[in-house]
């Protein structure tokens, strides 16, 4: 199974994307927070991240910065309702494969996901 | 009327102009989340000293839902969605696609979900005012209180209390288009975010 690491500190939003990835065959994990995904991301090692940007204590691009450090290959897209054309240029110069504006539908985030696979 | 609040030197034809663009992304976004058409019943801009800000959500003591999220960046402010309990637990179910909550208390799950339409209404503002000027605004997180509307604005004005007695308000007023149910959103700028004004009309 690929592993995808779903990062929001919102548990609604979190758990819409973990099920919609557990029903189409991903093993997912969860972090609340951006600290709470550097760790995970040691742990679980996933195939892919799904990053929101908004996010108290490390914020998104913030944790984007240390993923890509900790591993210059981290497959990353951007889940965020923060869709700023600034931010948008910034996440993918960091290092983030594709960017999602938040609501999504279902099968954005699922071709995303399989784009950062690639 | 906006002439009596705005500093002098603000372009308030572009001023409005921007409010009128974010708004209406910030709808846009609410309306998506919600999945049904948003109206925009009314929008107003007046400045008003902080304790009557509580008077445009019903009186101090009015059991509001406050959905409050702050932005910084380029210019500072605070947004707030404000909605009557049946009317949050209303669009709550929209949000689940469930029935509406008939409770009082909300579990994290539900709060979560009241905070992500918060999340979404307010970046869809600022994403619209920030893609026209080339500027990033960053919004907090948001939180979610439910309590008097007198509780509430104590919280969310602490802030700009400690600023000024005098609290600048753009007020929106909103119903899904089957009239199931309506809020209010209102952002309350600091004057750094009146001056972007200029940016927008150079």
Redesign the interface.
Known sequence: LSKILVVDDAAFMRMRCTKMLSDSGFEVAEAADGNEALQKYKEFKPDGVLLDITMPELDGLATLKELIKMDPGARVAMVTAMGQQSMVMEALKTGARDFIVKPFEAERVLAAVRKIME | MIQDVAPANIDLDAWEELMKKGIANAVS?LS??VRKKICVDSVSISRVPAKDVISLVGGPETLIVGIYLNFSGAADGHLMLAHRPEVAYELLGM?LGEEPVKRDDLS??EQ??L??MG??TG??F??AI??TL????????PAVIIDMAGAIMDIALAEILQESGEVLVVDTAFTTDDQQAGGRFMIMPDESFMLLSQHYAS
């Open positions: 976004g998506l989340m949000i994290d799950f979560s979900a905070c992500e999340n979404i970046s869809f600022l994403n920030a893609d080339e500027i990033t605004l960053y919004p907090s997180p």
